[in-house]
């Protein structure tokens, strides 16, 4: 079972700790293992820009790097300047993070949930939002 409330607050969390001084847009991640773990990611920009790591990959590779990589769901905030509840829009992952989602998760089975508040969200399945999905499978 999947408690996606709890995991749309864990990135409401991690929104708090974006690093987001150039383009004031503050996202947050709540990644969950299958080991039950949630692992938290924000955005972390770079006077550089090209350095720059989104909050989606943050979550990635925080569990990767910790031993986990199989999961069931990731949860996703992000607006300017935080973006109050009226105002709020959903998130939607970046094409580089979609790929990384590709490599780890099911595309069928692995869920997506974008926030506009902890009671406003919407569900996808990775498969909904990276159709025909190229992983390490077409490599075999
Ligand atoms: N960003 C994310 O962290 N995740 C997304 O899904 C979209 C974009 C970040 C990257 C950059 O720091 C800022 O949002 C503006 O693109």
């Not at 293992?33 to 924000?42: F, L, V």
Request: proline share 4%.
């Amino acid at each position: 079972m999947i408690n996606e409330k709890l995991l749309v607050k864990k990135a409401f969390e991690a929104q708090k700790r974006s690093y987001a001084p150039y383009s004031n847009f503050n996202v947050g991640a709540a990644l969950l293992g299958t080991n039950g773990k949630i692992y938290e990611g924000c955005n972390i920009e770079n006077a550089a820009f090209t350095p720059t790591n989104c909050a989606e990959r943050t979550a990635f590779f925080k569990a990767v790097s910790e031993g986990q990589k199989e999961f069931s769901a990731i949860a996703i905030v992000g607006g300017k300047n935080g973006a109050k509840e009226d105002e709020a829009e959903y998130c939607a992952p970046c094409g580089v993070c979609r790929q990384v989602m590709m490599e780890f998760c099911n595309p069928k089975t692995f869920k997506v949930y974008l926030a506009k508040t902890e009671d406003d969200y919407i569900e996808y399945t990775l498969e909904e939002i990276l159709p025909l999905g190229f992983s390490g499978k077409n490599l075999d």
